[in-house]
Nanobody, 124 residues
């Protein structure tokens, strides 16, 4: 049974930082691309960042580029999202996901397993 367990969310003031972690189990973590998505109340789930199987390639959404960084540690079966210079509009539930391909994946349909989500709230 594949499980993705996110942690690190919380309440932070605008301009602050948080680091989200997602630990995977039940699947060979190191051969698949991983991603982070977020969903704000009343909005659709949106792409945030993705990373390929070995961490050599990453891509972030324009809305977070320069502020967020995705990384992974295959020895720990964990993917991270470092979030700096947070803004109130970053407030959302953040989900990590495991793709069905080794490369980066930008679309929801390319992911087969999802975590339960972690809440990030940025106050102004």
């Amino acid at each position: 049974q594949v499980q993705l367990l996110e942690s690190g969310g919380g309440l932070v003031q605008a301009g602050g930082s948080l680091r989200l972690s997602c630990e995977a189990s039940g699947r060979t973590f190191s051969v698949y691309g991983m991603g982070w998505f977020r969903q704000a109340p009343g909005k659709e789930r949106e792409f945030v960042a993705t990373i390929n199987w070995n961490g050599g390639n990453t891509h972030c959404a324009d809305s977070v580029k320069g502020r967020f960084t995705i990384s992974r540690d295959n020895a720990k079966n964990t993917v991270y999202l470092q979030m700096n210079s947070l803004k109130p509009e970053d407030t959302a539930v953040y989900y990590c996901a495991s793709a069905n391909i080794a490369t980066m994946a930008l679309n929801v349909g390319e992911y087969v397993f999802w975590g339960q989500g972690t809440q990030v709230t940025v106050s102004s």
